[in-house]
């Protein structure tokens, strides 16, 4: 197990009663996540409320009760993917700080592609890494030979590539909280899943 896939423990928070990792948007920190990680999704409109996309108690560290309000920027309920941002900092200025001390508090993930084929590594509930098999083809991610079982309660985690980037966000749990299994998908691959805004802000990122 490489330093990076060791560090990358700090940059996963609890999102509910599962996980997300955080990564560094353009003007501020964001935490992707599954989409069935959230208690409700927003309405589906083009225009809505603050409090309509606005949670509370939602985030935390990972062990402690979530208790830190986020904003939905993004959901889709097909690839079961979301993105997380700070409250309003006008309407929510006390909240949006809270949120703001979480994220300054962890590390942050790079992202990358993988190839068709690789390892990769989960997070298991106890906190440790253990590796696994990955597959796309030009799709989302399938997982196979996983060294621990993937469960309940892993979902938001990330993915990782060897060099310790996020790859992708593990959702499936093998229809059952309590039956571990080794094989899991189909995965959100971030190259592939995230919304094109988010991806344009990561990129400009790596290259700032």
Not at 60 to 66: A, F, K, Q, V
Not at 86 to 109: C, F, K, R, V
Not at 145 to 169: C, F, H, N, R, T
Not at 190 to 199: D, E, H, K, S, T
Request: overall charge negative.
């Amino acid at each position: 197990m490489t330093a990076p896939v060791l560090e990358a423990t700090r940059a996963v928070v609890r999102v509910g009663d599962g996980r997300g990792f955080i990564v560094e948007g353009e003007r501020s920190r964001l935490v992707i996540t599954a989409a069935h990680c959230l208690p409700l999704f927003p309405p589906c409109a083009t225009f809505s409320h603050l409090e309509e996309r606005t949670y509370r108690d939602l985030l935390g560290s990972l062990g402690d009760e979530p208790s830190i309000w986020a904003e939905c920027l993004f959901v889709d309920p097909i690839s079961d993917l979301a993105v997380l941002g700070p409250p309003d900092n006008q309407e929510l200025y006390e909240q949006a700080e809270t949120y703001e001390g979480l994220m300054q508090a962890s590390a942050i993930l790079p992202m990358a592609d993988p190839p068709q084929a690789s390892t990769a590594w989960l997070l298991s509930l106890d906190g440790r890494w253990f590796q696994c098999e990955v597959q796309h083809s030009d799709s989302p991610l399938w997982l196979f030979k996983a060294a621990d079982g993937i469960v309940g309660g892993m979902s938001g985690s990330p993915i990782l590539s060897d060099e310790g980037a996020a790859i992708g966000v593990l959702t499936s749990s093998g229809g059952g909280v309590d039956m571990a299994h080794t094989d899991g998908g189909p995965c959100p691959r971030l190259a592939y899943n995230l919304p094109g805004w988010l991806l344009r802000e990561l990129a400009a990122r790596r290259t700032a």
